[in-house]
């Protein structure tokens, strides 16, 4: 099983980044997916969930209207993409893949906002 997350960087307030998971080794499509952030010295949030068909996705309030996630169920691939974005948006961001009782994480890949 491997989950392996790219796209992070170093980015200006107000700009945008695109951040994507490739999935491997299990039924992707059978998972909800979502992406967590861990910012320095606090606790990892959830802040985006999609459900396995794509039909249905939420948002912590604080990235609503800003972040959009997606899959793509025959690219085994899951997005998300970050406008308007905000030196309180900096964190390693997590894909995190979940189906009954099984839990999958990436890395992490590092997104940083700064002037």
């Known amino acids: 099983v491997q989950l392996v997350e790219s796209g992070g960087g170093l980015v200006q307030p107000g700009g945008s980044l695109r951040l994507s998971c490739a999935a491997s080794?299990?039924?992707?499509?059978?998972?909800?997916m979502r992406w967590h952030r861990q910012a320095p010295g606090k606790e990892r949030e959830l802040v985006a969930h999609i459900s396995s068909g794509g039909d249905t996705t939420t948002y912590v309030d604080s990235v609503k209207g800003r972040f959009t996630i997606s899959r793509d169920n025959a690219k085994n691939t899951v997005y998300l993409q970050m406008n308007s974005l905000k030196l309180e948006d900096t964190a390693v961001y997590y894909c995190n893949a979940v189906y009954l009782l099984r839990s999958y994480w990436g890395q992490g890949t590092q997104v940083t906002v700064s002037s």
């Open positions: 080794g299990f039924t992707f499509s059978n998972y909800y």
